[in-house]
Protein backbone atom coordinates (compact mmCIF):
# COMPACT_ATOMS: atom_id res chain seq x y z
CA UNK A 1 0.00 0.00 0.00
CA UNK A 2 1.21 3.41 -1.00
CA UNK A 3 1.54 6.76 0.54
CA UNK A 4 -2.04 8.09 -0.98
CA UNK A 5 -3.68 5.07 0.63
CA UNK A 6 -2.42 5.91 4.02
CA UNK A 7 -4.44 9.18 3.88
CA UNK A 8 -7.99 7.73 3.04
CA UNK A 9 -7.73 6.78 6.59
CA UNK A 10 -7.82 10.94 7.60
CA UNK A 11 -12.20 10.07 6.00
CA UNK A 12 -12.60 8.21 9.75
CA UNK A 13 -13.52 9.36 13.23
CA UNK A 14 -10.68 7.75 14.29
CA UNK A 15 -6.74 9.18 15.80
CA UNK A 16 -3.90 7.65 14.11
CA UNK A 17 -0.60 6.83 16.58
CA UNK A 18 1.12 4.87 14.12
CA UNK A 19 0.91 2.38 10.92
CA UNK A 20 2.73 -0.65 10.00
CA UNK A 21 2.39 -2.95 6.97
CA UNK A 22 0.99 -6.05 7.29
CA UNK A 23 -0.09 -8.66 4.61
CA UNK A 24 -1.24 -6.65 1.86
CA UNK A 25 -2.61 -4.21 4.93
CA UNK A 26 -1.73 -1.33 7.01
CA UNK A 27 -2.09 -1.88 10.53
CA UNK A 28 -2.97 0.76 12.41
CA UNK A 29 -2.83 1.86 16.64
CA UNK A 30 -5.31 4.40 16.85
CA UNK A 31 -7.35 5.99 19.68
CA UNK A 32 -10.33 2.93 19.21
CA UNK A 33 -7.56 0.07 19.40
CA UNK A 34 -6.00 -1.64 16.61
CA UNK A 35 -7.64 -1.83 13.20
CA UNK A 36 -6.62 -2.53 9.71
CA UNK A 37 -6.81 -0.90 6.47
CA UNK A 38 -6.50 -3.24 3.27
CA UNK A 39 -7.78 -3.25 -0.55
CA UNK A 40 -10.75 -3.95 -1.31
CA UNK A 41 -12.47 -5.20 -5.14
CA UNK A 42 -16.01 -6.01 -4.06
CA UNK A 43 -18.57 -3.86 -4.56
CA UNK A 44 -21.15 -1.63 -2.20
CA UNK A 45 -23.81 -4.30 -2.20
CA UNK A 46 -21.16 -7.18 -1.49
CA UNK A 47 -19.64 -5.02 2.27
CA UNK A 48 -23.23 -4.11 2.98
CA UNK A 49 -23.61 -8.15 3.11
CA UNK A 50 -20.59 -8.85 4.68
CA UNK A 51 -21.76 -5.80 7.32
CA UNK A 52 -25.03 -7.03 8.56
CA UNK A 53 -23.36 -11.03 8.64
CA UNK A 54 -20.71 -10.07 11.19
CA UNK A 55 -23.07 -7.91 13.25
CA UNK A 56 -25.11 -11.03 13.86
CA UNK A 57 -22.56 -13.03 14.20
CA UNK A 58 -21.24 -10.55 17.00
CA UNK A 59 -24.39 -9.84 18.22
CA UNK A 60 -24.40 -13.63 19.01
CA UNK A 61 -21.77 -13.37 21.07
CA UNK A 62 -20.71 -17.38 20.68
CA UNK A 63 -17.87 -16.30 18.24
CA UNK A 64 -15.59 -13.08 18.12
CA UNK A 65 -15.17 -11.43 14.58
CA UNK A 66 -14.09 -9.01 13.22
CA UNK A 67 -15.95 -5.36 12.74
CA UNK A 68 -15.89 -2.91 9.82
CA UNK A 69 -15.58 0.54 10.54
CA UNK A 70 -17.58 3.27 8.52
CA UNK A 71 -16.33 6.50 7.96
CA UNK A 72 -17.61 9.94 8.93
CA UNK A 73 -20.44 9.65 6.01
CA UNK A 74 -21.18 5.92 7.25
CA UNK A 75 -19.99 4.86 4.29
CA UNK A 76 -18.35 1.32 4.80
CA UNK A 77 -16.15 1.50 1.68
CA UNK A 78 -13.77 4.09 0.77
CA UNK A 79 -11.67 4.94 -2.72
CA UNK A 80 -8.63 6.58 -3.86
CA UNK A 81 -8.35 8.95 -6.78
CA UNK A 82 -7.78 5.50 -9.08
CA UNK A 83 -11.42 3.97 -8.09
CA UNK A 84 -9.53 1.63 -6.02
CA UNK A 85 -11.91 0.22 -2.72
CA UNK A 86 -10.38 0.03 0.91
CA UNK A 87 -11.61 -1.10 4.01
CA UNK A 88 -11.15 -0.45 7.29
CA UNK A 89 -11.53 -3.11 10.12
CA UNK A 90 -11.09 -3.52 13.78
CA UNK A 91 -8.00 -6.20 14.10
CA UNK A 92 -6.41 -8.78 17.26
CA UNK A 93 -2.49 -8.88 17.22
CA UNK A 94 -1.91 -12.68 17.47
CA UNK A 95 -0.58 -15.76 15.57
CA UNK A 96 -2.49 -18.15 13.53
CA UNK A 97 -4.18 -21.60 14.24
CA UNK A 98 -1.33 -24.10 14.59
CA UNK A 99 -2.42 -26.70 12.00
CA UNK A 100 0.14 -29.19 13.84
CA UNK A 101 -1.23 -28.83 17.06
CA UNK A 102 -4.28 -31.63 17.10
CA UNK A 103 -6.24 -29.43 20.14
CA UNK A 104 -5.94 -26.02 18.13
CA UNK A 105 -7.34 -27.82 15.17
CA UNK A 106 -10.26 -29.46 17.41
CA UNK A 107 -10.58 -26.51 18.52
CA UNK A 108 -10.59 -24.74 15.02
CA UNK A 109 -13.66 -26.88 14.11
CA UNK A 110 -15.45 -26.61 17.21
CA UNK A 111 -15.50 -22.79 16.48
CA UNK A 112 -16.59 -23.43 13.23
CA UNK A 113 -19.89 -24.88 14.18
CA UNK A 114 -20.82 -22.21 16.38
CA UNK A 115 -20.02 -19.89 13.81
CA UNK A 116 -21.89 -21.67 11.33
CA UNK A 117 -24.97 -21.37 14.12
CA UNK A 118 -25.51 -17.55 13.05
CA UNK A 119 -24.91 -17.61 9.64
CA UNK A 120 -28.74 -17.42 8.38
CA UNK A 121 -30.29 -14.67 7.04
CA UNK A 122 -33.69 -14.04 5.58
CA UNK A 123 -34.59 -15.41 1.95
CA UNK A 124 -36.14 -12.12 1.02
CA UNK A 125 -33.41 -10.07 1.77
CA UNK A 126 -32.18 -7.25 -1.07
CA UNK A 127 -29.52 -8.27 -3.02
CA UNK A 128 -28.86 -11.80 -2.02
CA UNK A 129 -26.06 -13.61 -3.79
CA UNK A 130 -26.71 -16.64 -5.83
CA UNK A 131 -26.63 -19.86 -4.13
CA UNK A 132 -23.13 -21.10 -4.80
CA UNK A 133 -23.18 -24.52 -7.00
CA UNK A 134 -20.28 -26.72 -6.26
CA UNK A 135 -21.64 -29.26 -8.98
CA UNK A 136 -21.63 -26.71 -12.14
CA UNK A 137 -17.65 -25.51 -10.20
CA UNK A 138 -16.53 -28.91 -10.16
CA UNK A 139 -17.66 -29.20 -14.01
CA UNK A 140 -16.02 -26.37 -15.12
CA UNK A 141 -12.84 -27.80 -13.05
CA UNK A 142 -12.88 -30.66 -15.35
CA UNK A 143 -13.47 -29.08 -18.70
CA UNK A 144 -10.21 -27.62 -17.70
CA UNK A 145 -8.87 -31.06 -16.94
CA UNK A 146 -9.65 -31.93 -20.35
CA UNK A 147 -7.81 -29.48 -21.78
CA UNK A 148 -5.05 -29.21 -20.13
CA UNK A 149 -4.36 -33.07 -21.07
CA UNK A 150 -4.64 -32.27 -24.50
CA UNK A 151 -2.33 -30.00 -23.87
CA UNK A 152 0.14 -31.82 -22.40
CA UNK A 153 -0.56 -35.15 -25.48
CA UNK A 154 0.36 -32.38 -27.61
CA UNK A 155 3.29 -30.95 -26.19
CA UNK A 156 6.89 -32.40 -27.74
CA UNK A 157 9.73 -31.81 -25.59
CA UNK A 158 8.58 -32.08 -22.13
CA UNK A 159 10.00 -30.90 -18.97
CA UNK A 160 10.03 -33.59 -15.77
CA UNK A 161 7.44 -31.88 -14.14
CA UNK A 162 5.07 -32.03 -17.51
CA UNK A 163 6.19 -35.57 -17.99
CA UNK A 164 4.97 -36.69 -14.17
CA UNK A 165 1.95 -35.01 -14.89
CA UNK A 166 0.72 -36.45 -17.64
CA UNK A 167 1.50 -39.82 -15.93
CA UNK A 168 -0.67 -38.95 -13.37
CA UNK A 169 -3.34 -37.49 -15.55
CA UNK A 170 -5.36 -40.30 -16.19
CA UNK A 171 -6.53 -41.61 -12.88
CA UNK A 172 -7.37 -38.23 -11.52
CA UNK A 173 -9.05 -36.77 -14.25
CA UNK A 174 -11.67 -40.25 -14.48
CA UNK A 175 -12.05 -39.97 -10.73
CA UNK A 176 -12.88 -35.91 -11.16
CA UNK A 177 -15.63 -37.15 -13.93
CA UNK A 178 -16.93 -39.81 -12.15
CA UNK A 179 -17.49 -37.74 -8.87
CA UNK A 180 -19.07 -34.96 -10.79
CA UNK A 181 -20.94 -37.32 -12.66
CA UNK A 182 -22.46 -39.07 -9.62
CA UNK A 183 -22.91 -35.48 -6.94
CA UNK A 184 -25.10 -34.72 -10.28
CA UNK A 185 -27.20 -37.82 -10.64
CA UNK A 186 -27.68 -37.35 -6.78
CA UNK A 187 -28.41 -33.33 -6.89
CA UNK A 188 -31.17 -34.37 -9.63
CA UNK A 189 -32.51 -37.13 -7.82
CA UNK A 190 -32.87 -34.49 -4.88
CA UNK A 191 -34.97 -32.04 -6.75
CA UNK A 192 -36.93 -34.58 -8.13
CA UNK A 193 -38.33 -35.27 -4.65
CA UNK A 194 -39.31 -31.45 -4.70
CA UNK A 195 -37.01 -31.39 -1.44
CA UNK A 196 -35.70 -27.84 -0.22
CA UNK A 197 -31.89 -27.44 -0.76
CA UNK A 198 -31.36 -26.06 2.86
CA UNK A 199 -32.65 -28.35 5.68
CA UNK A 200 -36.20 -26.88 4.74
CA UNK A 201 -35.99 -23.44 6.29
CA UNK A 202 -36.80 -21.71 2.90
CA UNK A 203 -37.83 -18.63 4.65
CA UNK A 204 -33.42 -18.19 5.33
CA UNK A 205 -30.11 -18.75 3.86
CA UNK A 206 -27.34 -19.90 4.88
CA UNK A 207 -23.85 -18.76 4.43
CA UNK A 208 -20.33 -19.55 4.90
CA UNK A 209 -17.19 -17.48 5.81
CA UNK A 210 -15.65 -18.88 2.40
CA UNK A 211 -11.93 -19.10 3.50
CA UNK A 212 -11.86 -20.74 6.85
CA UNK A 213 -8.79 -21.75 6.67
CA UNK A 214 -6.53 -21.67 9.81
CA UNK A 215 -4.50 -18.35 8.46
CA UNK A 216 -7.95 -16.65 9.15
CA UNK A 217 -8.22 -18.13 12.97
CA UNK A 218 -6.08 -16.28 14.92
CA UNK A 219 -5.37 -16.69 18.81
CA UNK A 220 -4.44 -13.68 20.97
CA UNK A 221 -4.77 -12.98 24.70
CA UNK A 222 -8.44 -13.06 24.25
CA UNK A 223 -9.28 -16.19 22.60
CA UNK A 224 -10.01 -17.05 19.03
CA UNK A 225 -10.38 -14.42 16.52
CA UNK A 226 -12.08 -14.65 13.38
CA UNK A 227 -10.97 -12.91 10.63
CA UNK A 228 -11.70 -12.25 6.27
CA UNK A 229 -14.87 -12.78 5.73
CA UNK A 230 -14.57 -11.21 1.85
CA UNK A 231 -15.56 -14.78 0.20
CA UNK A 232 -18.69 -15.00 2.66
CA UNK A 233 -21.47 -16.51 -0.02
CA UNK A 234 -24.27 -17.94 0.18
CA UNK A 235 -23.67 -22.31 -0.14
CA UNK A 236 -24.17 -24.94 2.39
CA UNK A 237 -21.88 -24.50 5.64
CA UNK A 238 -20.27 -27.43 4.92
CA UNK A 239 -18.36 -25.87 2.54
CA UNK A 240 -16.17 -24.10 5.40
CA UNK A 241 -16.03 -27.33 7.34
CA UNK A 242 -15.04 -29.41 3.38
CA UNK A 243 -11.61 -26.33 3.39
CA UNK A 244 -10.54 -26.72 6.93
CA UNK A 245 -10.52 -31.01 6.62
CA UNK A 246 -8.91 -31.15 3.48
CA UNK A 247 -6.46 -28.75 4.41
CA UNK A 248 -5.51 -30.39 7.96
CA UNK A 249 -6.21 -33.95 6.84
CA UNK A 250 -3.43 -33.40 4.10
CA UNK A 251 -0.68 -32.47 6.59
CA UNK A 252 -1.52 -35.48 8.68
CA UNK A 253 -1.77 -37.79 5.85
CA UNK A 254 -5.45 -38.54 5.94
CA UNK A 255 -5.93 -39.81 9.55
CA UNK A 256 -8.98 -41.61 10.34
CA UNK A 257 -8.67 -40.93 14.01
CA UNK A 258 -7.84 -37.46 13.57
CA UNK A 259 -11.17 -36.86 10.81
CA UNK A 260 -13.20 -38.54 13.51
CA UNK A 261 -12.41 -36.00 16.15
CA UNK A 262 -12.59 -33.17 13.99
CA UNK A 263 -16.17 -34.26 12.59
CA UNK A 264 -17.36 -34.85 16.06
CA UNK A 265 -16.17 -31.28 17.53
CA UNK A 266 -18.06 -29.98 14.69
CA UNK A 267 -21.26 -32.22 15.49
CA UNK A 268 -21.29 -31.49 19.07
CA UNK A 269 -22.00 -27.54 18.08
CA UNK A 270 -24.06 -28.07 15.05
CA UNK A 271 -24.99 -31.63 13.64
CA UNK A 272 -24.87 -32.65 10.23
CA UNK A 273 -27.59 -33.18 7.76
CA UNK A 274 -27.68 -36.15 5.84
CA UNK A 275 -27.84 -34.15 2.78
CA UNK A 276 -24.39 -32.29 4.13
CA UNK A 277 -23.07 -35.63 4.53
CA UNK A 278 -23.35 -36.45 1.49
CA UNK A 279 -22.16 -32.82 -0.01
CA UNK A 280 -18.97 -33.05 2.14
CA UNK A 281 -18.09 -36.83 0.91
CA UNK A 282 -18.26 -35.41 -2.89
CA UNK A 283 -16.47 -32.69 -1.95
CA UNK A 284 -13.46 -34.19 -0.74
CA UNK A 285 -13.71 -37.08 -3.08
CA UNK A 286 -13.78 -34.65 -5.86
CA UNK A 287 -9.44 -34.12 -6.69
CA UNK A 288 -9.33 -30.91 -5.75
CA UNK A 289 -5.59 -30.41 -5.13
CA UNK A 290 -5.10 -32.07 -8.03
CA UNK A 291 -6.82 -29.86 -9.77
CA UNK A 292 -5.03 -26.66 -7.89
CA UNK A 293 -1.33 -28.29 -9.35
CA UNK A 294 -2.96 -28.45 -13.03
CA UNK A 295 -4.58 -25.03 -13.14
CA UNK A 296 -1.26 -23.26 -11.64
CA UNK A 297 0.82 -24.82 -13.96
CA UNK A 298 -1.12 -24.40 -17.08
CA UNK A 299 -1.87 -20.55 -16.43
CA UNK A 300 1.53 -19.95 -14.83
CA UNK A 301 4.94 -19.19 -17.38
CA UNK A 302 6.30 -22.51 -18.51
CA UNK A 303 9.77 -21.34 -19.42
CA UNK A 304 10.38 -22.61 -15.65
CA UNK A 305 8.74 -24.75 -13.37
CA UNK A 306 9.12 -24.18 -9.63
CA UNK A 307 10.59 -27.53 -7.74
CA UNK A 308 8.11 -27.35 -5.19
CA UNK A 309 4.74 -28.18 -8.35
CA UNK A 310 6.96 -31.13 -8.31
CA UNK A 311 6.65 -31.67 -4.63
CA UNK A 312 3.08 -31.01 -4.45
CA UNK A 313 2.44 -33.28 -7.14
CA UNK A 314 4.26 -36.02 -5.33
CA UNK A 315 2.51 -35.53 -2.75
CA UNK A 316 -0.87 -35.70 -4.03
CA UNK A 317 -0.07 -39.23 -5.82
CA UNK A 318 1.69 -41.00 -2.20
CA UNK A 319 -1.18 -39.68 -0.34
CA UNK A 320 -4.36 -40.95 -2.81
CA UNK A 321 -4.88 -44.49 -1.28
CA UNK A 322 -4.64 -42.97 2.19
CA UNK A 323 -7.50 -40.54 1.48
CA UNK A 324 -9.77 -43.06 -0.22
CA UNK A 325 -8.88 -45.29 2.56
CA UNK A 326 -10.38 -42.22 5.01
CA UNK A 327 -13.59 -41.83 2.38
CA UNK A 328 -13.87 -45.30 3.14
CA UNK A 329 -14.20 -45.50 6.59
CA UNK A 330 -15.76 -42.10 7.43
CA UNK A 331 -18.19 -42.34 4.32
CA UNK A 332 -19.10 -45.90 4.81
CA UNK A 333 -22.74 -45.55 5.04
CA UNK A 334 -22.84 -42.71 2.22
CA UNK A 335 -24.72 -44.79 -0.37
CA UNK A 336 -27.69 -45.66 2.32
CA UNK A 337 -27.97 -42.02 2.93
CA UNK A 338 -28.41 -41.27 -1.01
CA UNK A 339 -31.68 -43.59 -1.18
Avoid at 68 to 95: A, C, F, H, N
Wanted: some cysteine; charged content about 30%; hydrophobic content about 35%.
Amino acid sequence: MNDRAVELLEQYEIQVLRTRKGRGAIVCDTDRGCLIFREYSGSQDRIGLQDRLLKQIADAGQVRVEAIIPDREGSLLVRDMDGVGYVLKTWQEGRECNAHDRHECVEAVRLLGKLHKNMELPADMVNLPVFFSPEREYDKHNKELKRVRKYLQQKGQKSWFETSLRKAFDPFMEKAFAVTGQWQEYCQSFQAKGQAADSGKEDRVTFCHGDYQYHNILQEANGWFVVNFEKCMCDDPIRDLYLLLRKLLEKSNWSVALGEELLAAYEKERPISAKSWIDLYYRLAYPEKFWKIVNFYYNSGKAWIPGKNQEKLERVIEQEKEKQHFLDEIFRHVERLRQ
